[in-house]
């Protein structure tokens, strides 16, 4: 019976922001203020997209995507963050956690696909313009989009079963908000050794790939966009790239100094790094529809479109 309870642990306890205790409902507030903001301007975005035939175009198509995606990654973790924050609800079924930890991870993905789905969009209207709706057709727009979750589908779903064969017999509470992959697999008594080489290999053979290929697109955009002759031209071609690029370095940026700060930031508090941690999940969701709504003239055009059309009702 003991072994069985190891191999099925019934719930974590997940321990918040430890030396942080007395703040928890202060620090709460600014995450709620930011998941409504999320949840608001991607269903908001999504909206737009959908009833404006206009925004029919590929790059808001991924621009769907995306949003999507953000309300599935913030909802995955700033509602249980919240609970346990004013509720005190540290505890996490074992189900429950393997499902956050799979949309976390998934989402995270997903998200870094898009960016490069949408670096290939920009790469084709700046440099093969003449031929963009001939290669981003319906069709190639949909296989791109499966793909992409097809891709991410298969290279998560693994981490549930690497988990699931671990036994937790030492301690089953979490120093997180949490469930993340590495982060539970701690808590075994057992070999995680495979668990951390396909921790590493995931993100090797996904995100860093992506970054590249992103890379490798804007190099062949400004290549493309410093031939053109007119000033004129070169501005307008680099300002549809501006709110793309907003959004990957948002993205990219804190992901990156999280994976740092985790490796090498020994002397770094803990409290700290959970505190970034969160707001790295709570904070591009809730930024990324308001960069494309300022930067993109046809969002903001409908949007406000959209807010004169409430008023007169």
């Given at each position: 019976?003991y072994?069985?309870s190891?191999?099925?642990?019934?719930?974590?306890?997940?321990?918040?922001i430890p030396?942080?205790?007395?703040f928890?409902?202060?620090?709460?507030?600014?995450?709620?203020?930011?998941?409504?903001?999320?949840?608001a301007?991607?269903?908001?975005?999504?909206y737009?997209i959908a009833v404006?035939?206009s925004l029919?175009?590929?790059?808001?198509i991924?621009?769907?995507?995306?949003?999507?995606t953000?309300?599935?990654?913030s909802?995955?973790?700033?509602?249980?963050?919240?609970s346990?924050l004013?509720f005190?609800s540290?505890?996490?079924?074992?189900?429950g956690?393997l499902?956050?930890?799979?949309?976390?991870h998934f989402?995270f993905?997903?998200d870094?696909?898009?960016?490069?789905?949408?670096?290939?969009d920009?790469?084709v209207?700046i440099?093969l313009?003449?031929?963009?709706?001939t290669?981003l057709t319906?069709?190639?727009i949909?296989k791109?989009?499966?793909s992409i979750?097809?891709?991410?589908?298969s290279?998560?779903?693994?981490?549930v079963?690497?988990l699931?064969?671990?036994?937790?017999c030492?301690t089953?509470v979490?120093?997180h908000?949490?469930?993340?992959?590495?982060?539970v697999?701690?808590?075994s008594?057992?070999?995680?050794?495979i668990?951390v080489?396909?921790?590493?290999?995931?993100?090797l053979m996904?995100?860093?790939?992506?970054?590249i290929?992103i890379?490798?697109?804007?190099?062949?955009i400004?290549?493309?966009?410093?031939l053109l002759?007119s000033?004129g031209?070169r501005?307008?071609?680099?300002?549809?790239?501006?709110?793309?690029?907003?959004?990957?370095l948002?993205?990219?940026?804190?992901?990156?100094?999280?994976i740092?700060?985790?490796?090498?930031?020994?002397?770094v508090?803990r409290?700290?790094?959970?505190?970034f941690?969160?707001f790295?999940?709570?904070?591009?969701?809730?930024?990324?529809p308001?960069?494309?709504?300022?930067?993109?003239k046809?969002?903001?055009?409908k949007?406000?479109?959209?807010?004169?059309?409430?008023?007169?009702?």
């Amino acid at each position: 019976m003991y072994n069985l309870s190891c191999y099925n642990p019934t719930s974590f306890f997940l321990v918040g922001i430890p030396g942080l205790e007395k703040f928890h409902i202060w620090i709460g507030i600014p995450f709620c203020v930011i998941y409504a903001v999320a949840i608001a301007g991607n269903f908001i975005l999504l909206y737009l997209i959908a009833v404006e035939q206009s925004l029919h175009e590929p790059m808001f198509i991924f621009l769907s995507m995306l949003a999507s995606t953000d309300l599935i990654l913030s909802t995955a973790t700033v509602p249980k963050l919240l609970s346990n924050l004013w509720f005190g609800s540290q505890e996490i079924t074992f189900s429950g956690c393997l499902t956050q930890m799979f949309f976390l991870h998934f989402s995270f993905v997903v998200d870094s696909a898009i960016l490069l789905a949408m670096a290939f969009d920009r790469y084709v209207a700046i440099c093969l313009p003449l031929r963009y709706n001939t290669i981003l057709t319906p069709q190639v727009i949909v296989k791109i989009m499966v793909s992409i979750v097809v891709r991410s589908f298969s290279v998560i779903l693994p981490d549930v079963f690497l988990l699931k064969r671990l036994p937790f017999c030492k301690t089953r509470v979490i120093p997180h908000t949490y469930c993340e992959h590495i982060g539970v697999a701690r808590l075994s008594s057992a070999d995680i050794s495979i668990n951390v080489w396909y921790g590493f290999s995931v993100p090797l053979m996904t995100v860093i790939s992506d970054v590249i290929l992103i890379a490798v697109s804007y190099i062949f955009i400004l290549r493309a966009v410093f031939l053109l002759s007119s000033q004129g031209a070169r501005q307008k071609a680099l300002s549809t790239c501006g709110s793309h690029v907003s959004v990957i370095l948002m993205f990219y940026t804190p992901a990156f100094f999280s994976i740092l700060a985790h490796r090498f930031g020994h002397s770094v508090p803990r409290n700290i790094l959970i505190l970034f941690a969160n707001f790295y999940v709570a904070i591009p969701p809730a930024l990324n529809p308001v960069v494309y709504g300022v930067k993109t003239k046809q969002i903001q055009d409908k949007f406000l479109t959209f807010l004169s059309l409430g008023k007169t009702q």
